[in-house]
């Protein structure tokens, strides 16, 4: 849990995932046979066919390539405004409910490689407080142009210290609540963490390899249109593209159960469709066949709206068959996503029996 806590709290919306990058490197040393950073910022990350011997070996002069595809960039704001008395206005990146924007505490970050240049300050709605806001004033929901960020300094230091088009992120803690961990941007260092450990255990194996060729990519700008996955996708040209993000789970009060997509606790998603692609059939059944041999815990699911970077793995350059692998998350798209443990180890653990095996 010390990974995915680090990788939580590193900022890195659409376009600034330079720290969620470092960060990431640091802890792939030696996992990987090359590692690289294309023109958009993804990190891709090659480790080789390593073939096994015995029984069951595949013999091949050409190894199956397979591209995970795990977003390395989370829903945030970027500075749009600083007026004449230090307040700053911001610009969604990404998708945000703004009944969520409430009264929080923001990082705003002038220096995407130093956090030490980090600015705490604290993000509320223009206008009146309740105590003198009218009936109506309290029922408004207000729009994200709205919203002030104050970082309670002069003016003079506020133009100083910030500019046009910094990132600014959401603040909270990374915990642990009962079986689950909870924290911001689970959506999408989940996906991450899950790519990480599932190549280490695939590494650590007991039967001393894998015979297809693994591309980890980290994509960057999955948030505001799977940017990043497109051009990787281009230059990596995958037999097999999985896409590893989280998922709706709406088995909560006040959601009907036909809305409810996964049910926590249950196992990975295996996503058979969802608003920008349809899951390659031989893939999501390959991945039921592993899961039911490993007795890893699992459960079919179909998101209505949105999409992952599947979507763009399926459509670059000659196409590809494509999948995604969910991980199920409760109030996501806030700063309390929710996780259970057991889908997370699941989701390890099916990804890196299933890398074995291709």
Known sequence: MKLLEKLALTPGVPGREHRVRKLILSEIKGLFDEVRTDAMGSLICVRKARPKSGPGSKSRKK?????LAAHMDQIGFMVRHIDEKGFLRVNAVGGFDTRNLFARLVSVCPDVNDPKKDLPGVMNPGGKPVHIASPEDRKKVPEIEELTIDLGIPASQVSKKVRIGDMVVLRAPFEKVGDTVVSQCMDNRIACWVAIEAVKKLAKSKSGGHDCEVHCVFTVQEEVGLRGAITAAYGVQPDIGIAIDTTLCCDTPGVPSELRVTEQGKGAALTVMDGASIADLSVLEAFEAVAKKAKIPNQ???????GTDAAALQR??????AFTLSCPTRYIHTVTEMVHTKDLN????????YLAQV
Request: one cysteine or more; a positive charge.
């Open 63 to 67: 190894p199956v390539r397979v591209m």
């Open 300 to 306: 079919r699911s179909i998101l209505p709206k949105g």
């Open 316 to 321: 670059a350059a000659a196409g590809t068959r």
């Open 346 to 353: 699941a989701c390890r653990d099916l990804l890196a029996a």
